[in-house]
């Protein structure tokens, strides 16, 4: 089980996700109360070992400004939310970075192909916003052994259970590590790891 921790703002919040065995950890580089800047991500990523993903999350910006922007703080990958294009897939691998592509539920069905992304996002339908929905539905988009993650509402308490129940090759949290929207709880991140790779 893949598990990526998203919204990371401090050292310690980066440590207690990798130290947990998050295989990737997110910075948010977009307007959110989790934003950080290039700078502050470029310093967090020193906490972040060989191995882990270090991942730059947009949502209206352009896959070139995105690429800049995490280039800028020294990632290799880019999660992109919002609207997009195989123009944006392109734009991220012409950088030579990785490309995390966040769809809704709610998504056209043509969305949920796979159009050469390295993972698949699926979220609930205002991202990091903590809401839960049906998990199971995934299931029928038949997904199969594509490389994808699913998010949204999602706790060391359900975590489990949503994975078992959507048939998730990785997982994506922030809110359900958070004690209010923003600060990441160490003990929950510690406690979110092991249950989702249980
Ligand atoms: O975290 C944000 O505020 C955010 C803002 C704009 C685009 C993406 C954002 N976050 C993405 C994520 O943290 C995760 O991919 C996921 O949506 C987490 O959802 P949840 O656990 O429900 O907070």
């Not at 401090?10 to 307007?31: C, H, I, M, Y």
């Not at 191995?51 to 690429?67: I, Q």
């Not at 993650?149 to 994506?172: F, H, I, K, R």
Request: glycine residues 10%; contains cysteine.
């Amino acid at each position: 089980m893949f598990v990526k921790v998203c919204g990371l703002s401090t050292p310690e919040s980066v440590q207690a996700a990798v130290e947990s065995g998050a295989d990737a950890v997110g910075f948010v580089l977009t307007k959110s109360p989790r934003e950080v800047s290039p700078d502050r991500a470029r310093d967090l990523l020193v906490h972040v070992p060989e191995g882990v993903a270090a991942v730059g999350v947009f949502r209206h910006e352009t896959a070139a400004d995105a690429v800049a922007t995490a280039r800028a703080a020294g990632l290799e990958w880019v999660q992109l939310h919002g609207s997009r294009s195989l123009e944006d897939v392109k734009t991220v691998h012409d950088a030579g970075m990785r490309l995390i592509r966040a769809v809704t539920m709610g998504a056209a069905p043509d969305e949920f192909e796979a159009w050469g992304e390295e993972l698949l996002l699926i979220d609930a339908a205002v991202p990091g916003s903590g809401e839960a929905w049906d998990y199971s539905s995934v299931r029928n988009l038949g997904l199969g052994a594509r490389h994808w993650l699913l998010a949204g509402g999602l706790t060391p308490s359900n975590v489990g259970a949503a994975a078992l129940e959507s048939e998730a090759w990785g997982v994506d949290v922030s809110s359900g590590v958070e004690s209010s929207r923003g600060v990441k709880d160490l003990d929950l991140v510690r406690a979110f790891v092991p249950a989702a790779k249980a």
